[in-house]
C-alpha cells in the first residue's frame, strides 16, 4: 500500500484558493501529487473536491496561488493545451459518433497516418475490454461500456495526469466492484497518474496510494489509506470514514508517551502519535474502531486490556455481528463487530460480557 | 381475453372511448383537409372551359405547367426566394439561438425568448405593411435619402424587387428559426464542449465537432418550418412585389379566380405540394442522419 515517495512531483497546488462570487469554494490548497500516484480526493458533496479537480482541467480558473503539472505553472493554459484527460462523471460519449469515432476523436493533429491511428484506437478499446465495439452506435452502450469508452478515449492520448471525476457513481455495487479493480489494474499497467474524485470512502481506502480528505474547501488530512483509517487527524475525519466510536476522554501527563484517562477503559498509556492535536471543540474524547474491539467467550483471555460491559444492541449480518455494547462506567454505548465464526454464539440483548481491546489501536482528540 | 357479448375491436370499450375522443377531429380532418384536397386533384385532372369543367380525365393540364415557360418561371422564383430565406433567416437565426443558449444566464433566458416573439404580436400582414412603408417608393428610406440629397430621385432597386421580398420575408420566420435551433442547443450536455476542449479542440472546433453536428436536428427543423410556408406565401409578393414579381400562390390565385381555368390553378397546386413534399423528404432524411446517433 505504501508508495514511494521518491518519485518527482505530478501535481503541485499552492495556496490554490478560488471564489465564486462571495462563495469561498476553495481555501488554500496546498498538496504535492506524485507522478505515477493513485491519488483520491475525498469528501462529502459540495467540498469542493470536483472544483480542485476541474482547476488541474483548466475548466476552472483560480482566484489566487497556482497550479503546477510537471513543475509548469498552468496560469493562463487553456483546457485544450493542459496534459491532462479528464473522464467525466456523465461520461459525455458524443452521442452523434460511434465508438471508434469518439475513442479516436482527440487524434485528428497526430500527425501518423489513418491507419496508424485506426490501430490505436484499436488497441485502446481492447485495453478497456471493448475489442470489437469500435463501429457500435455510442447510444447503444450500457453504463459501463460508456464508462471504458470514456477511458479509453482519455488514455489513447497519452496524457501526464489522467483525472477522474466520479466516475464509478453511475454504476450499480456489482459492476463498480469490477471497475475498481479494473481501474486499479489498468492504472499499474500505464503508469499515469490517476487523480480521482469520489465521496465515497470505500472507494478511496480500495484504490488510492493517497488521498486528501477535503471539507469545505480545505484538505482536512492527506495520508495513506491505511494512516487515514489508523490514524485520523480529527474526529470530522474519523467520523467520514468508515465508523468510529468516541468516549469523553482526558490526558493525565504527556510525554513521548501519554498517560490518559478514558470513560468506560480507565486509565491506559499511549504513544504520542496517537494523540492527534487538532482540537474539535468538544471536549477531548477517545476513539477506536468497531473491530479493534472483541467480545471474550468463556476460556478466551484478552490479547490486552479486558473491561466489563452490557450488550445493548444485535444486528446480525450474515458474515458478521454488530454489537452495541456499554462499558461498565461509560455513558455511551459502542459499537463492535465481530465475525461469525462457526461455533460462536450471537449474543443476547441483555448479555453481560467481556470486552477485549488495546490502547494501541485507540486515538486521541484533543 | 374477449368479452363474451361482443368480440371484436369495437367491442372494446376503450376502444370505442378511443374512436369517440379523436372522432370530431377526425370528421374536422377528412372535411377540411382531406376532402378539399382530393377535390383539388380532381380538378387539375379535368379541362376548365367557357361551358365548365369536363367530364374527362387528362394529364393536359400537368404538361401545360410543367412545360410552360411561364409557369417554370415562376415557380423557379418561388423556390429562389424560399431558399433564399430560408438560407438567410437560419444563418441570422443560429448566432442569436446560439448566444441565447450559451451566454444568457439562465433565470434571463425566457425574458429573451419572450423578446423575440415580440414580432408576433401584430398580424403578419401589418408586418408586411410596415416593411412596405419602410421600402416603398415614398417610403422611409427613399425619402430619407432623398431629403439628405444622397439620391436625386427615389430608388426603385429596394421595393419591388426579389431582394425586397426575402427581407421582408426573413424577418418574418425568424423566430420560427430561432427557436427550435435554441431548443436544439438546449438539449446539449454541456460536458460534451468541455470534453472536446479537453480532448486537445480549441472552442472553434470544439463547436465544429461537436455543438454544430448535435444542433443540426434543429437547423433542419427551421429549414422546414421557414421554407414550406415561404415557397407559398401569397401576402408578401402581392405587397412587396407590388404584384409585378409573383410567386406561386399569386399564380394560382391568378389562374382560379381571374382567369377562371380552375383545372390548371389546381395543377400547380398539386405541382406546388410535390416540390414542398420533396424538398421536405430530403430534408427529413438529412434529420434522420443526424438523429441516428442520437437518442
Not at chain 1, 490526558?251 to 480507565?266: N, R, V
Amino acid at each position: 500500500m505504501t508508495f514511494s515517495s521518491d518519485k518527482p512531483n505530478m501535481i503541485e497546488f499552492r495556496d490554490v484558493h478560488k471564489y465564486y462570487g462571495d462563495y469561498h469554494a476553495l481555501r488554500g490548497i496546498n498538496a504535492t501529487i506524485k507522478a505515477g500516484e493513485f491519488f483520491s480526493l475525498l469528501g462529502p458533496s459540495g467540498c469542493g473536491k470536483t472544483t480542485l479537480l476541474r482547476t488541474i482541467a483548466g475548466f476552472e480558473d483560480i482566484s489566487s496561488g497556482a497550479v503546477l503539472i510537471d513543475s509548469k505553472v498552468m496560469d493562463g493554459v487553456p483546457a485544450n493545451q493542459r496534459p491532462t484527460n479528464m473522464v467525466f462523471q456523465s461520461y459525455a460519449i458524443f452521442p452523434h459518433l460511434s465508438v471508434e469515432q469518439n475513442v479516436g476523436f482527440g487524434l485528428r493533429r497526430d500527425p501518423r497516418s489513418a491507419a496508424d491511428k485506426a490501430k490505436a484506437v484499436a488497441e485502446a478499446l481492447e485495453m478497456v475490454g471493448l475489442k470489437g465495439y469500435g463501429k457500435r452506435a455510442a447510444h447503444a452502450l450500457s453504463g459501463g461500456q460508456r464508462q471504458r469508452v470514456a477511458l479509453a478515449r482519455a488514455l489513447i492520448l497519452k496524457p501526464k495526469v489522467l483525472l477522474l471525476d466520479e466516475p464509478l457513481s453511475a454504476l450499480d455495487k456489482k459492476m463498480r466492484e469490477q471497475m475498481q479493480m479494473e481501474l486499479i489494474k489498468l492504472q499499474r499497467q500505464v503508469g499515469i497518474t490517476f487523480i480521482l474524485v469520489t465521496h465515497d470512502q470505500e472507494e478511496a481506502l480500495v484504490m488510492s496510494d493517497r488521498i486528501a480528505v477535503m471539507f469545505e474547501g480545505q484538505i482536512a488530512q492527506l495520508a495513506d489509506p491505511e494512516t487515514l483509517y489508523r490514524r485520523p487527524n480529527s474526529r470530522k475525519v474519523a467520523d467520514f470514514i468508515g465508523t468510529m466510536n468516541f468516549l469523553p476522554a482526558q490526558i493525565l501527563s504527556e510525554g513521548s508517551s501519554c498517560e490518559i484517562e478514558a470513560q468506560g477503559f480507565g486509565r491506559m498509556t499511549i504513544g504520542a502519535d496517537q494523540v492527534m492535536g487538532a482540537t474539535s471543540g468538544e471536549g477531548m474524547s477517545i476513539g477506536c474502531r468497531p473491530e479493534t474491539l472483541t467480545i471474550l467467550f468463556d476460556g478466551q483471555t484478552a490479547t490486552d486490556r479486558e473491561s466489563m460491559a452490557t450488550v445493548e444492541e444485535v444486528v446480525y449480518y450474515g458474515d458478521m455481528t454488530y454489537y452495541d455494547v456499554k462499558l461498565d462506567g461509560a455513558q455511551t454505548a459502542m459499537r463492535l463487530s465481530m465475525r461469525n465464526v462457526p461455533g460462536r454464539p450471537v449474543l443476547d440483548i441483555g448479555t453481560r460480557a467481556r470486552v477485549g481491546w488495546s490502547p494501541g489501536a485507540m486515538v486521541l482528540f484533543r | 381475453m374477449k368479452s363474451g357479448s361482443s368480440p371484436g375491436r369495437f367491442g372494446n370499450p376503450e376502444a370505442t372511448n378511443g374512436l369517440l375522443m379523436v372522432s370530431p377531429t377526425a370528421i374536422y380532418a377528412t372535411l377540411l383537409l382531406a376532402a378539399p384536397l382530393v377535390a383539388v386533384v380532381v380538378y387539375s385532372l379535368m379541362v376548365d372551359s367557357k361551358v365548365g369543367l369536363s367530364s374527362g380525365l387528362t394529364f393536359a393540364n400537368y404538361i401545360e405547367v410543367w412545360t410552360g415557360r411561364i409557369y417554370q418561371a415562376i415557380m423557379m422564383r418561388s423556390l429562389t426566394v424560399a431558399s433564399l430565406v430560408t438560407a438567410i433567416t437560419v444563418l441570422l437565426a443560429y448566432p442569436v439561438a446560439y448566444f441565447v443558449s450559451f451566454h444568457v444566464r439562465p433565470e434571463r433566458k425566457s425574458l429573451w425568448l419572450f423578446l423575440i416573439t415580440i414580432p408576433f404580436w401584430t398580424s403578419y400582414l401589418i408586418r408586411v405593411f410596415l416593411w412596405k412603408v419602410i421600402l416603398g417608393y415614398n417610403g422611409v428610406i427613399n425619402s430619407g435619402l432623398l431629403s439628405l440629397g444622397i439620391i436625386d430621385e427615389p430608388l426603385t432597386v429596394i421595393n419591388y424587387s426579389v431582394g425586397s421580398m426575402v427581407a421582408t420575408l426573413a424577418h418574418a420566420y425568424a423566430p420560427f428559426a430561432i427557436l427550435p435551433i435554441f431548443v436544439s442547443l438546449e438539449k446539449i450536455d454541456r460536458s460534451f464542449l468541455e470534453a472536446g476542449q479537453d480532448l486537445g479542440e480549441s472552442k472553434l472546433m470544439t463547436f465544429w465537432r461537436v455543438t454544430l453536428p448535435l444542433s443540426m436536428p434543429g437547423v433542419i427543423a427551421a429549414v422546414l418550418i421557414v421554407f414550406i410556408p415561404t415557397i407559398g406565401d401569397y401576402v408578401t409578393p402581392d405587397l412587396i412585389g407590388g404584384g409585378k414579381i409573383p410567386m406561386i400562390a399569386n399564380m394560382i390565385e391568378g389562374k382560379m379566380l381571374k382567369q377562371n381555368d380552375k383545372a390548371v390553378g389546381a395543377a400547380i397546386a398539386v405541382t406546388a405540394m410535390l416540390i414542398v413534399s420533396v424538398v421536405s423528404i430530403v430534408f427529413l432524411l438529412l434529420n434522420k442522419r443526424f438523429l441516428r446517433g442520437q437518442k
